[in-house]
């Protein structure tokens, strides 16, 4: 098993066990809920990278590589809004959030119905047997859109930053911390695409 795939298991893994824990927690907290999603998302997301790099055949990698960049579409997304409740801004929900929402449906749409245009083909890794998605003219709006979104997340957490005390600090920069770091390493990903 080549390291990459490996990585997507563990992060697929751990996300999975953080969205049943959260839950487990208290099922009906919005808070949870949001993260639950965000981690659910980010779990598959793991689990199809890692399933794309272990593929033994072409048709399988490609339909998974398609899989975990479709899934990718709406992690941005979901992030901003686990950020907007975590900083209790979300009543009501502001206009911006609305646009990543329309916009993200409207991409992972069109990204669903053109699959060629989006990720076309897969490729083999030049230092392992592994296979990574190569991309098409429309993962191009993909890094612009992450970046938007997760620029929001980060941002309404830093801003907000003031109003946090006790563990509530505490849990603020573990959160902003570990997503700056994260989304860096998670980044990194989409640029591989271009790479082919």
């Not at 953080?18 to 779990?43: E, K, M, P, Q, Y």
Request: charged share 10%; proline share 3%; aromatic share 20%.
């Amino acid at each position: 098993m080549i390291i990459f795939s490996l990585c997507g298991f563990l992060v697929g893994g751990a996300s999975f066990l953080s969205a049943a824990t959260v839950l487990f927690h208290d099922r009906r907290s919005v808070l949870n809920i949001s993260w639950a999603t965000f981690s659910l998302l980010v779990g598959l997301w793991g689990i199809g990278f890692g399933l794309t790099g272990i593929s033994v055949n072409y048709e399988g990698a490609l339909q998974w590589a398609r899989f975990h960049n479709l899934v990718a579409i709406a992690i941005p997304i979901t992030f901003y809004w686990f950020t907007l409740i975590f900083c209790d801004n979300f009543r009501p929900l502001p206009t911006r959030f609305w646009g990543g929402v329309i916009g993200t449906i409207c991409y992972a749409f069109v990204c669903l119905v053109s699959p060629n245009q989006f990720v076309p083909s897969v490729s083999i890794m030049t230092f392992s047997n592994g296979y990574y998605a190569v991309s098409g003219a429309l993962y191009g709006i993909f890094p612009a859109l992450y970046g938007l979104l997760i620029g929001f997340g980060l941002t309404e957490l830093y801003t907000n930053r003031s109003k946090f005390e006790g563990f509530k600090r505490v849990q603020f920069l573990l959160l902003f911390w570990g997503f700056v770091f994260g989304f860096s390493g998670g980044g990194d990903q989409l640029f591989g695409c271009f790479w082919n």
